[in-house]
């Protein structure tokens, strides 16, 4: 099975060390090269995104994955890169980040708007709030499409009120569907173990989250013996106006653990 990668190399490499970028729900390795793969090759790092199975280019099927499938393929991709990676994800990918530390050894990882490790009940309670109809679809025809299925659900879900609508649409067209399996897991058929993981992580949420509340990230923050920090945009931090301080914030921590 083929999956698709998106990596940049920089003009002026300072760093031996390699990034892996982990999308979540409904996305691809495309929205890490809006801007921060431009970022972190800009800042010397070799950096590397990958769109799980049935996602973007990637060849393999959504339905019927579960969260270890989607771990075997960023273990696929980090073994292609010459020493184990700092692992980044947001959102489910951040839940793959960790369920991915479970049995892998990394220099250090950083989860964004990530799934927390004790399930997506509260997620899934704001998304019935929200919407009670968008819910019971998700439950009748066992997909996770009908999240996504509207600009205005997009925009809900992912962005700031103030989005510009043209991205917003962009970046709807790209959204793909998820698994329905992958998410019974994220409820309790597979959670994370918090207690196998050693690598330091930087927890990092978004105020305006409406998705992952600011409780769940600091809950992740808490089980990782971190503190959680908060930037002011909605969930997709890696595409809302205010990326570049995440990233740079990414970029100062790695930098402060030394990772060569």
Request: charged fraction near 20%; proline fraction near 7%; include cysteine.
């Amino acid at each position: 099975m083929k999956l698709e990668t998106i990596t940049r190399t920089p003009a002026n490499p300072k760093h031996k060390t390699p990034l892996l970028f982990v999308h979540g729900m409904w996305h691809g390795a495309w929205c890490w090269d809006e801007f921060f793969l431009p970022f972190f090759a800009d800042a010397g790092w070799h950096v590397t995104a990958l769109s799980l199975r049935g996602h973007a280019g990637s060849e393999g099927k959504i339905q019927g994955s579960g969260i270890m499938d989607y771990v075997n393929d960023v273990e696929e991709i980090a073994k292609t890169l010459p020493t184990p990676p700092v692992v980044i994800g947001h959102s489910m990918g951040g839940f793959v980040v960790q369920k991915y530390l479970e049995r892998n050894s990394a220099p250090a990882g950083a989860l964004l708007g990530s799934n927390p490790p004790n399930g997506l009940w509260y997620a899934t309670w704001l998304v019935f709030k929200h919407s009670p109809l968008t819910l019971f679809k998700v439950l009748t025809q066992f997909r996770l499409a009908p999240v996504v299925e509207t600009p205005n659900h997009t925009r809900w879900a992912f962005f700031s009120d103030d989005f510009p609508q043209d991205e917003l649409l962009k970046y709807h067209a790209k959204l793909n569907d998820e698994s329905f399996r992958m998410y019974l897991d994220l409820l309790g058929l597979n959670l994370a173990k918090p207690q196998k993981i050693k690598t330091p992580l930087l927890v990092l949420g978004a105020d305006r989250d409406t998705v992952i509340a600011m409780s769940d990230v600091q809950h992740t923050a808490r089980v990782y013996n971190t503190k959680a920090e908060f930037f002011p945009m909605a969930h997709d931090m890696m595409l809302e106006k205010g990326w570049r301080s995440v990233a740079e914030r990414i970029n100062e921590w790695l930098n402060e653990k030394g990772i060569e």
